[in-house]
Every structure is written in structure tokens, then in C-alpha cells.
């Protein structure tokens, strides 16, 4: 049986740095339909991802991360995620405010998940698989490097 640590790095190698195969069968067994953008996220313009951004995904963060910790989240906005000021600077992520994230398998990625177990089995199991529906975004290919991962979006740690 594993210990909850050993899950956790589990958990955040799988996010970062392997399949995202689990996440994609964690939105599938919710049986909740999360809609994806109209088309690809590139082709959008940008009036169009602001309101995909206000109807579907403000939405659907703020219920899920008030459901993780209703004190912390209990006023949920735009900023959250893409930080103070985030309209002046067209809400350009990484949010420098996010934990910085290390690269997979470091010791400093092992650290990260000692030191916050349940936030990485939140952002891992729930809000990435979340967002990867809700931005159209493919699954993470560790063969090249490309597709949604946490670590796309967190700053990266030194």
C-alpha cells in the first residue's frame, strides 16, 4: 500500500511529467459534460475566450476550489488565478503570485509534494483535468513535451 506522500508524488508525476490518462478518466466518471471551447483555443479571438472564460470556466473553478476550502476561496475571481492586475496584463499566465513549480522528478518537485499533499491531489485530480476540458487543451505527451500540465501554467521554480 502506498503512503500518502508516495501518492502525492505520484500524483503530481503523473500531472507533470507522464499520461494524463487518469485525469481525463477522473472528468469522464464525475458525469459532468464540461464543455471545451468552441474551437481550438488558438483560433479564438479574444472577445471569445473572455466570455468562454466567464461562462464556463470562472464558473466551474469557483465551485471547485470553494468545495476544496470554502474559507481560503470564499471570493474566487479572475485574480485567483491570473493575479492582481490580471486585466492590465491580458491575463498573461504564469501568475508570478502561483507556487512555482519544479521540473518533474527534481527534488524540489518531491519537496513540493510533502510539503502540500492535498493541494497537489486537488490540482492534480480536479482542476487540471478541469481545465484541460474547459480549454480544448490535449493531454500532456511526456515524449515530447507538449499538452497541458501543471507546470505549463505555475511559474517555474529555480
Do not use: K
Request: include cysteine; charge should be negative.
Amino acid at each position: 500500500m502506498r503512503s500518502a506522500p508516495s501518492l502525492a508524488l505520484a500524483l503530481v508525476l503523473a500531472s507533470c511529467g507522464a499520461s494524463s490518462a487518469a485525469p481525463a478518466a477522473q472528468t469522464q466518471t464525475e458525469a459532468v459534460v464540461i464543455p471545451g471551447p468552441p474551437r481550438p483555443w488558438a483560433e479564438l479571438t479574444r472577445d471569445e475566450r473572455t466570455a468562454h472564460m466567464t461562462r464556463e470556466v470562472l464558473p466551474r473553478m469557483t465551485e471547485l476550489f470553494a468545495a476544496y476550502d470554502a474559507t481560503r476561496y470564499d471570493a474566487f475571481t479572475c485574480a485567483t488565478c491570473h493575479g492582481e492586475g490580471a486585466r492590465e496584463h491580458d491575463y498573461a499566465m504564469p501568475n508570478p503570485a502561483l507556487l512555482p513549480l519544479h521540473p518533474t522528478g527534481s527534488e524540489g518537485q518531491h519537496q513540493t509534494v510533502r510539503d502540500h499533499p492535498e493541494g497537489v491531489r486537488f490540482m492534480y485530480s480536479r482542476v487540471m483535468p478541469a481545465m484541460q476540458a474547459l480549454l480544448g487543451a490535449p493531454e500532456y505527451d511526456a515524449s515530447t513535451g507538449e499538452g497541458f500540465s501543471c507546470y505549463a501554467w505555475h511559474p517555474h521554480a529555480e
